[in-house]
């Protein structure tokens, strides 16, 4: 892997050399790990034209949250407790002889800014923007391959969930167990908190568990996602507790399933973003849901769980082949409940049999 990570650091330096930088300053932690391998607490990694440094503010604890660092790459702890990398970062590159440096100003505050311009004065900088992020958007197929083996294992833990007795457990209490399952099942650990909502909880978007308890014939809606080697994926599920669906259930689960299915049939190369959040929505405004629809039909996951691209009514931009998103539009109709449904997908030609579906427990209206 450390050709990987070697090669990615050399478009950045690629890159800004064309656009005028003589070295880059990387901050958001998701793009140090992206071009380093890890991502210590704090550390920053200094890309420069002869040399590229990791500065991290104390020793890295080889924790596997962390990540495998790059071996190639020049490890410096800062010598002092409560130092800033960053400001070491724009010393080292001052006294290496550069002039100018790009930062990801996004990420940067704005005293932290400042301080890079105060001890590096000689230094001009300029703004790197979401070159990084943009970057990251298409995976390569080990990145894919890691996105799989984490739905692998949520599709797991979901599934000996559902094989157990649900009745009068609380849905904190069930969230808990579905962590414990990821990490038994070798995840890093939970790829976001994972949201379990019943009865008139269920269906709601970023539920934080409560102490209600699972009720017979209650909607029960499951989101989690698993963490392998830094990438994350996620998965959502709605089911019927303990008896047969009451007709308004299976009416609502019908047309969120189909709103899913149209959102996932048009992942196609070269669609546009807001073209998929326009396929699903149109389905589940026919069913006159048009107001419990939420922002935006789906994301991309990666290294993050909400990464690029936004699939919403006014996302500017085309899929591209090897793109991973969600597709997980959802309904929740207050005080009964409701249902979402939520895939990780990878975008792939027709040629290559559409997209691939990462996350495969059944999307069944099963009674539990």
């Not at 800004?16 to 607490?41: D, H, T």
């Not at 080292?92 to 001890?119: F, K, M, N, P, Y």
């Not at 998965?235 to 047309?255: H, K, M, N, S």
């Not at 997980?328 to 030609?349: A, F, K, M, N, S």
Request: with cysteine; hydrophobic share 40%; aromatic share 4%.
């Amino acid at each position: 892997m450390s050709e990987v990570f070697a090669v990615r650091r050399g478009w950045l330096r690629d890159r800004c050399a064309a656009a005028g930088s003589a070295a880059a300053l990387v901050s958001r932690p998701a793009n140090v790990r992206y071009l380093a391998g890890g991502a210590p607490p704090g550390a920053v990694l200094l890309v420069g034209p002869a040399e590229d440094v990791l500065l991290c503010p104390r020793t890295p604890s080889g924790d596997l949250i962390e990540g495998h660092l790059d071996e190639q790459l020049r490890l410096t702890v800062l010598p002092a407790p409560g130092g800033d990398p960053a400001v070491a970062a724009a010393d080292l590159a001052q006294t290496s002889g550069a002039d100018s440096l790009a930062v990801e100003e996004h990420h940067l505050s704005v005293a932290r800014h400042r301080a890079l311009g105060s001890v590096a004065p000689r230094l001009l900088l300029s703004d790197l923007g979401g070159a990084v992020e943009q970057r990251r958007l298409v995976k390569d197929e080990d990145e894919i391959a890691c996105l799989r083996i984490a739905a692998e294992i949520t599709d797991q833990a979901l599934g000996e969930l559902l094989e157990s007795i649900l009745v009068g457990r609380t849905e904190r209490h069930l969230a808990l167990e579905l962590e414990r399952r990821l990490v038994d099942h070798g995840a890093d650990g939970p790829a976001f908190m994972t949201s379990v909502g019943t009865g008139p909880n269920s269906g709601r978007a970023g539920h934080r568990p409560a102490d209600r308890r699972v009720e017979e014939g209650d909607f029960l809606s499951v989101c989690l996602g698993a963490t392998y080697r830094g990438y994350r994926c996620e998965i959502g599920r709605t089911f019927v507790i303990g008896t047969t669906p009451a007709d308004w259930q299976i009416e609502l689960y019908d047309a969120v399933f189909a709103a899913q299915r149209a959102g996932r049939e048009a992942l196609v190369p070269g669609a546009e973003y807001r073209a998929v959040d326009r396929a699903a929505r149109q389905v589940l405004d026919s069913a006159g849901h048009a107001e419990a629809f939420g922002p935006l039909t789906g994301h991309g996951v990666g290294i993050e769980i909400d990464e690029e691209p936004q699939l919403a009514p006014g996302a500017m931009g085309k899929l591209e082949t090897c793109v991973p998103v969600t597709v997980e539009p959802g309904v929740h109709l207050p005080g009964r409940g409701g249902v979402r449904i939520d895939d990780t997908l990878v975008v792939r030609p027709e040629a290559d049999g559409g997209p691939e579906l990462l996350t495969i427990t059944t999307k069944e209206l099963l009674a539990l």
